[in-house]
């Protein structure tokens, strides 16, 4: 930017967006100074290197104001979990799925782990009915990103929401 630009001759863009041609650095130094704005290199590695004349302030203001604004329209995708034991009722498993139903319609993923206590590991199949009887519950609203696994104590399932 400006005196760092250590080029002796390179290409000028106007504040407008016009060519003004190739110059020496010294004159569209001038030229900017002369309309109060910065000379700002844009493409140091181009053979004769690319500068604009334009507001340097101005321009960090709009990019971070534009970073900004996309930032707000990311959608921030959370993973909740939800907890069941192998000696769960079938009641608690309604009410677990209406949440994990919930949050799927949200748009979030949820990931639902079996946690075996004790000798309840021996029998991890039960853990996988209860995977699947709690899967059927839900209906269509999702799609398995990660399919039941077991992981130490805990059998492991993560369920995606279903795009429209």
Not at 26 to 32: D, F, P, R, V
Not at 40 to 58: L, T, Y
Not at 83 to 103: P, Q
């Amino acid at each position: 930017m400006n005196e760092d630009i250590r080029e002796k001759e390179i290409r000028v863009i106007g504040a407008d967006g016009e060519q003004l041609g190739i110059l020496p650095t010294k004159e569209a130094l001038k030229m900017a100074e002369e309309k109060e704005l910065d000379l700002v290199a844009i493409s140091p590695s181009a053979n004769p290197p690319v500068c604009k004349i334009m507001d340097f302030g101005k321009f960090i203001y709009e990019q971070q104001k534009k970073d900004k604004e996309a930032k707000k329209k990311q959608k921030v995708i959370t993973i909740k979990e939800i907890r069941l034991s192998a000696t769960i009722e079938e009641h608690d498993i309604e009410i677990k799925a209406n949440n994990a139903k919930k949050f799927l319609v949200d748009g979030d993923k949820v990931k639902i782990t079996v946690r075996f206590r004790g000798r309840e590991i021996e029998n991890s199949h039960v853990g996988r009915k209860i995977l699947d009887h709690f899967v059927e519950k839900l209906g269509d609203v999702y799609i398995v990103e990660k399919p039941a696994r077991q992981e130490g104590r805990n059998m492991i399932m993560i369920l995606a929401p279903k795009r429209a």
